[in-house]
């Protein structure tokens, strides 16, 4: 099957836009290569150094011959869906010597769980923390000893963080080693339920914990099709797992034979050999366009709006809005994973999860067949999935889907786009998740109370001051004003305020957690209020119109006759003040929102 031709053009004009930056890159990760042909031009006592910890491997480390894999690990107990790479060292390292190879502990990053700080200060350092990650694992890969790379992370920033540290080093080949899914706690629309009877004083705070320790029970990911997730799936569409990796559940067989596989994968992908495959080359324009039609063919997390730019900067690549919105119009939505239907990541594998999506697409030609993977040939190999055959992995057709509610072939999809839009006007640019909201809430249009803090919203909301129409912005959440946070505890209160019957919308300069839906919102509003933008100008009672289907979001108040309300000081507290520059160079939602970038002129 041909390639869609606005997937073409789309990918045309982003290889257009990004010829000097891409090429520039390219040339620098050739330069990089050409100076490092090989550990032994390393001289003795700095090799001496990095092998010093290493006492298992120090005769195959001093002969220079094998290939040392890095490994960068985001390990820490306090995220579930990390908790298993605590012990994942030791395995990788064993699973490296059957390969002939070595592998050391590069480095470790953080990793934070916005599911921890939904709602609290702490969430004013999480987009930011995306940047702390990619420049820890730059830390952990400049000790020029490895041949390999393979990055342990799974959650919100920490893949995009790991992925844009490591394209800095993308002469080296590079695996992603996920480590899957908890298993399926109670539904997640329950656990929705019971906390919108909690935002209505109707079950006390008990009830609550139990409901929310009957989804959040074990290591794991969370099951819901939030961000971290949503990573996993890029990491298949791109090309960077071992085909189907991404939702086999943690402590089985089949996830310890797929560790396994990438460790001996990612040793025989070196510059010594014959299938030299390095990062730089793997993440091209395919690949990136190839993770913004997974994202809007399974309805993504909206965090990706933010993070695809920023990891194609990183390659060299621009990619913004209006290639995202533009595919958008021709990539079908297949998948209806929790918040955008009712079965959660472990339903979605059992019914084909990726290999059945990507399968769909490149049978439709509506994804990128031809980008080089970490496994052989091209994105065909991700179309199938794995399995165990005795003890020997395997790889097999997913066959049809297993459950047309959560999973559909293209000739009959949930939607005849994707899920994500990008509505615009004189409020600025911002993102819609169509996929979670029903289609007859797509256009609303209130009168609007604007806020400055979720704290206020909530306080709205107790004194009944919400009970009608209402278009809810809360402003200076932009990246400069206060790093962004995700405002996903504005949920349950919006969603209440849906169910009384009212038409109700969101307009934040903010984020949401891959894990909001239900409630038509324009999010990222770019220009940010912070310094003039339009969200601050608007007032209370100024009718806003938010309209999914042709793309608007304006007032018809004279913004251009008022004065912008002065800008709120920065806070101080929970680290915030350490962070002052990644809020005062960062750029906007639409460029990746980084500080880091910005400044490197990337
Ligand atoms: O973007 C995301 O996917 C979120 O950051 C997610 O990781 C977060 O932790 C959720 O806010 C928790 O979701 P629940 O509200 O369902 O607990
Ligand atoms: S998926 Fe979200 S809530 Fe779950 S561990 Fe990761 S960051 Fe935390």
């Not at 995009?160 to 080949?173: M, Q, T, V």
């Not at 971290?228 to 298949?236: C, G």
């Amino acid at each position: 099957m041909t390639l869609n031709d606005t997937i073409h053009r789309v990918t045309q004009r982003v290889i257009e836009n990004s010829r000097d930056s891409r090429a520039a890159y390219l040339d620098l990760m050739q330069r990089e290569a050409d100076s490092r042909p090989d550990r032994r031009s390393v001289s003795c006592s700095n090799l001496a150094h990095a092998y010093a910890g290493t006492l298992h491997d120090q005769p195959e480390l001093k002969s220079g011959e094998l290939p040392n894999i890095g490994i960068v690990t985001s390990y820490n107990d306090m995220l579930s869906a990390h908790q298993p790479y605590g012990r994942y060292p030791e395995r990788l390292k064993i699973y490296a010597r059957e390969a002939g190879a070595t592998a050391q502990v590069a480095g470790g990053t953080p990793a934070m769980c916005d599911g921890v700080t939904q709602g609290e200060t702490g969430m004013e350092l999480s987009l930011f923390s995306r940047d702390v990650i990619a420049l820890s694992t730059g830390v952990a890969l400049s000790h020029a000893v490895y041949d390999g790379a393979l990055m342990l992370g799974i959650c919100d920033k920490i893949v995009p963080g790991l992925l844009i540290g490591a394209l800095r080093f993308g002469y080296l080949p590079t695996i992603f080693v996920p480590s899957g899914p908890m298993p399926t706690g109670i539904p997640n629309k329950e656990k929705q339920r019971v906390r919108q009877l909690y935002a209505e004083g109707k079950v006390g705070r008990d009830e609550l914990l139990e409901s929310e320790l009957g989804s959040y029970h074990s290591p794991g990911t969370c099951t819901f099709y939030g961000t971290a997730n949503s990573n996993q799936m890029m990491m298949e569409l791109m090309g960077l797992h071992i085909p189907g990796a991404a939702f086999v559940q943690p402590g089985t067989k089949l996830r310890q034979a797929l560790d396994r596989a990438a460790v001996h994968r990612v040793a025989a992908i070196g510059h010594k050999g014959d299938d030299y495959r390095p990062l730089a080359r793997c993440v091209d324009e395919n690949a990136i366009v190839n993770a913004a039609i997974g994202l809007l063919a399974t309805g993504g997390s909206t965090n990706h709006a933010i993070h695809i730019p920023a990891m194609a900067r990183a390659a060299g690549i621009r990619f913004d809005w209006d290639d995202l919105a533009e595919l958008s119009h021709v990539v079908p939505l297949l998948a209806r994973v929790y918040p955008n239907g009712a079965g959660d990541v472990n339903h979605f594998h059992e019914a084909g999860g990726m290999g059945y999506v990507i399968g769909e697409l490149l049978e439709a030609g509506l994804a990128h067949r031809d980008v080089l993977t970490v496994s052989e040939g091209d994105l065909s190999r991700y179309a199938e999935e794995p399995g165990l055959d005795d003890d020997t992995l395997v790889w097999r057709d997913p066959g049809p889907s297993g459950n047309r509610e959560m999973l559909r072939p293209v000739s009959d999809p949930f939607q005849a786009d994707g899920g994500m839009r990008l509505v615009q006007g004189n409020l600025g640019r911002a993102c819609f998740k169509s996929s979670a909201v029903e289609q007859e809430r797509w256009t609303i249009e209130a009168p609007c109370r604007v806020f400055q803090t979720q704290r206020e919203v909530a306080e709205a909301f107790k004194a009944g001051e919400l009970d009608r129409d209402v278009v809810v912005v809360v402003r200076f959440q932009g990246p400069r004003a206060n790093g962004m946070p995700e405002l996903h505890k504005l949920t349950p209160v919006l969603g209440v305020l849906q169910d009384r019957g009212y038409r109700v919308a969101l307009v934040t300069d903010g984020r949401m957690s891959g894990a909001s839906g239900k409630v038509p919102a324009a999010i990222h509003c770019t220009p940010e209020a912070l310094a003039g933008g339009p969200l601050a100008r608007l007032r209370d009672g100024d009718v806003v119109r938010v309209c999914a289907v042709t793309g608007e979001l304006s007032t018809n108040a004279d913004l251009d006759a008022r004065e912008p309300v002065p800008d709120p000081l920065p806070e101080a507290g929970t680290g915030r003040e350490l962070f002052a520059m990644f809020r005062n160079f960062a750029d906007g939602a639409e460029q990746g929102g980084s500080a880091m970038l910005a400044t490197a002129g990337l």
